[in-house]
């Protein structure tokens, strides 16, 4: 049995596009809404910090975000002005995953998410929501 299938026939056969054709299709805007995220909160995990962390006395909430600050995305491909490359990190997917129409059934709300920083000392508690 060799690895080739042979020709496509039928309802699946596409016909090939030139390059030219697929490069001004993938160079379109996508229209996607807009999203924001909030801060709803800065923990510290004061009890973790003291058990494991060497110079524990000047750990406090993330000085990179203030509880209620907001940030718009217009595409959900770019991190957002001012915004923790770490934070961004952990919450793209799930901005991605809002911005193309998916809902969290476990959400009251259609359209939102909460997501937390991956930073076990002093996590920053985000909502994510998609806009129009």
């Keep these: 049995m060799s690895g080739s299938y042979g020709p496509v026939s039928g309802?699946?056969?596409?016909?090939?596009?030139?390059e030219t054709e697929l490069r001004k299709e993938l160079e379109?805007?996508?229209?996607?809404p807009k999203c924001r995220i909030t801060v709803l909160q800065r923990k510290?995990?004061?009890?973790l910090i003291e058990e494991f962390v060497n110079d524990a006395e000047g750990f406090g909430p993330c000085e990179r975000f203030q509880d209620g600050q907001?940030?718009?995305l217009?595409?959900?491909f770019d991190i957002p002005e001012d915004f923790c490359p770490w934070a961004w990190a952990d919450l793209r997917r799930e901005v991605l995953a809002l911005a193309t129409g998916s809902n969290m059934p476990w959400m009251k709300q259609p359209g939102t998410s909460i997501m937390a920083c991956s930073d076990w000392s002093r996590p920053v508690i985000f909502k994510l929501e998609r806009l129009g």
């Design 11 to 18: 309802p699946m056969r596409r016909e090939a596009r030139p």
């Design 28 to 32: 379109q805007p996508m229209d996607m």
């Design 44 to 47: 510290v995990h004061k009890d």
């Design 70 to 72: 907001e940030f718009i």
């Design 74 to 76: 217009d595409s959900p």
